[in-house]
């Protein structure tokens, strides 16, 4: 799983009024939906030692566990992997706040490579918004892409934290400027459709979506974006056979629990503002 997909897990629900559907977001306040998330999957490397191994496989399962051993490890010469552990735990434990600061001030002082340090920054971004911090995830990663100019992930990133200050033009300019980088993002695409249809362009939000179902024919969340965009046509139909495809080929996602209640708010009908 790439760190654009684990992004599209931050969703949170917006009623439409009389459209009748969900509509998803990135959303900077928590609500219950971030503590769900699984970790970003690949860490930046700052160690080949077997114990940075060790206490990164510790902070999945048993996060308290790799925090008392990333202290332990620090204390006999570990430094910035051990600290790097550390925080990671602490995003598994769901202390997202304390994990970004110390992934902040890790990745300032790191003496590792610049890719690794804006990693960190990237990771850093992540964290914030998990606490719901979008200034200072935008801050974190716009450090990250100085440092990096050309990372699509960092783009996406970006334009994540700047959605959720509701700059959707400006994210909107940093996921075109993603799949300048590379065309072929299926979440790039959908996040790229969603912002679309923020700005209330509605004929390429689809153009977007239905990229993406090139793609990804299975994309749970380009199904469910290309729903929503089918339903605000009038076209009930399509958006509920998207919907109930979400809940086939993902039904234990965030897309799913979105596609149920996309379902159920188009099956009591419209909604008054």
């Known amino acids: 799983m790439s760190r654009g997909a ?3 897990g931050f969703l949170g629900v917006l009623l439409l009024g009389a459209a009748g559907a969900a509509f998803w977001w990135w959303q900077p306040a928590g609500n219950g939906i971030y503590a769900d998330l699984p970790l970003p ?11 940075y191994d060790r206490c990164l496989n510790m902070s999945r399962d048993d996060p308290e566990g790799a ?3 990333a202290q332990r490890w620090e204390r006999e010469g570990g430094g910035e992997p051990a600290r790097h552990c550390a925080a990671w735990a602490l995003l598994g434990m769901g202390d997202a706040e304390r994990a970004a600061d110390q992934l902040e001030r890790l990745a300032r002082g790191s003496q590792a490579s610049g890719a690794a340090r804006a990693a960190l920054y990237g990771q850093a971004a992540q ?3 998990m606490a719901g911090d979008a200034n200072r995830a935008f801050a974190a990663v716009t450090i990250a892409l100085t440092m990096q100019p ?4 960092l783009y996406t990133d970006r334009a994540v934290s700047l959605a959720a200050l509701r700059r959707h033009m400006d994210a909107l300019r940093d996921l075109d400027r993603a799949l300048e980088i590379d065309p072929e993002r299926a979440e790039t695409l959908v996040f790229r459709a969603a912002a679309l249809r923020a700005i209330e362009r509605p004929q390429e939000a689809m153009e977007s979506a239905e990229r993406a179902l090139v793609l990804a024919p299975d994309n749970p969340e380009a199904l469910l974006e290309r729903g929503i965009l089918r339903q605000l046509r009038g076209d009930t139909e399509g958006a509920r056979r998207d919907w109930e495809r979400v809940l086939a ?10 596609a149920d209640q996309n379902l159920s708010l188009s099956a009591a009908g419209p909604i008054l503002r």
Not at 41 to 51: F, K
Not at 150 to 153: L, T
């Open 6 to 8: 684990v992004i599209i």
């Open 41 to 51: 999957p690949e860490p930046p490397r700052l160690t080949d030692e077997p114990e």
């Open 67 to 69: 925090i008392a051993f």
């Open 127 to 129: 964290a914030w918004m």
């Open 150 to 153: 050309n990372d699509p992930d």
């Open 249 to 258: 080929v993902a039904p234990d996602s965030p897309a799913a629990d979105l």
